[in-house]
């Protein structure tokens, strides 16, 4: 049974950081890509980062390019989401989610299995 669990979201003020970890099991976590996502109330989930299975290769949303760095530990089976300079419009339940031998899709339909989310909030 593949799970994804991920923690580390919180309040903070504008320009903190906050560091994101989604622990994966139930899968042989180095072949596959994994991502962050986010979703606020009302509106679609969007993509944030991806890194391929191989962790060679990342790709990041244009609003957080610069800002967030997503990053891979195989041997800990977890996947991590630096976030920096931090905005209010950065709020959102964040999820992470997982693709075999994903090369960093963009698309949640290119992703199997998702977390339960994790909330990140923003104060101004």
């Known amino acids: 049974q593949v799970q994804l669990v991920e923690s580390g979201g919180g309040l903070v003020q504008a320009g903190d950081s906050l560091r994101l970890s989604c622990v994966a099991s139930?899968?042989?976590?180095?072949?596959?890509?994994m991502a962050w996502f986010r979703q606020v109330p009302g509106k679609e989930r969007t993509f944030v980062a991806a890194?391929?299975?191989?962790?060679?290769?990342?790709y990041y949303a244009d609003s957080v390019k610069g800002r967030f760095t997503i990053s891979r530990d195989n041997a800990k089976n977890t996947v991590y989401l630096q976030m920096n300079s931090l905005k209010p419009e950065d709020t959102a339940v964040y999820y992470c989610?997982?693709?075999?031998?994903?090369?960093?899709?963009?698309?949640?339909?290119?992703?199997?299995?998702w977390g339960q989310g994790t909330q990140v909030t923003v104060s101004s």
């Open positions: 139930g899968l042989t976590f180095s072949a596959y890509g």
């Open positions: 989610a997982s693709a075999r031998y994903g090369r960093g899709a963009t698309t949640k339909g290119a992703y199997d299995y």
């Open positions: 890194i391929s299975w191989g962790g060679g290769y990342t």
